[in-house]
């Protein structure tokens, strides 16, 4: 595994002082059934008896996170530290990825991420699965939240979900045949 660079580390060490405080976490870990890292997406919720606990989304894992590397970077770069400064997340996406770990999110990156980890797992195609990230990297604050809890939520029961879930895949991500217009659209969207 490849080493921390003194930048990577700086930008760890700003980052754990907001870990705790943190509405999401994004952790970075290895699991047996991935290949290579994959992000673990969890939310910060108070319980009843007013503990604090974290919610998983998902994850993005495989050829998702290849694919989706240089969406997934630029959201990262829009998390900020009080006076508006980017912490730099984005800079423990380049390269190989030797940090593991947990990172800080704000509610917006957090959820944006949350989305494509619900999503991408039913997308088999690279372009489609790509095309999907830069579209949610586009979303605004009130467009996110208003998918994630579609997707999320039961008020319509485990139907209703899929349902959403099915809806927004092909709204994101066009149909499986689609191969030119997704490309077309894709050489368009990249940064």
């Not at 994004?26 to 047996?32: D, E, G, L, Q, S």
């Not at 989304?57 to 508006?84: F, K, P």
């Not at 770990?101 to 489609?128: S, Y």
Request: glycine content about 6%.
């Amino acid at each position: 595994m490849a080493e921390l660079s003194k930048r990577q580390e700086e930008i760890i060490s700003e980052a754990a002082l907001r870990v705790k405080s943190a509405p999401w976490i994004m952790r970075i870990t290895v699991r047996k059934d991935y290949t290579g890292p994959a992000l673990v997406l969890s939310e910060r919720y108070t319980t009843e008896k007013k503990t604090e606990k974290l919610r998983e989304y998902g994850c993005i894992y495989n050829g998702a996170l290849r694919h989706c590397r240089r969406a997934i970077q630029v959201m990262l770069s829009e998390v900020t530290d009080e006076a508006g400064r980017s912490l730099g997340l984005d800079k423990l996406l380049e390269g190989e990825i030797a940090y593991r770990g947990n990172l800080p999110l704000n509610d917006t990156i957090g959820a944006k991420l949350a989305l494509l980890a619900k999503l991408h797992p039913q997308v088999r195609r690279a372009d489609r699965v790509e095309l999907m990230a830069w579209r949610i990297e586009r979303f605004t604050r009130e467009e996110t939240f208003y998918w994630l809890t579609k997707v999320s939520v039961p008020t319509y029961g485990r139907r209703g979900i899929e349902w959403a879930k099915s809806g927004l895949r092909l709204m994101l991500a066009g149909r499986q045949d689609d191969k030119q217009v997704i490309r077309d659209i894709l050489d368009k969207m990249r940064k």
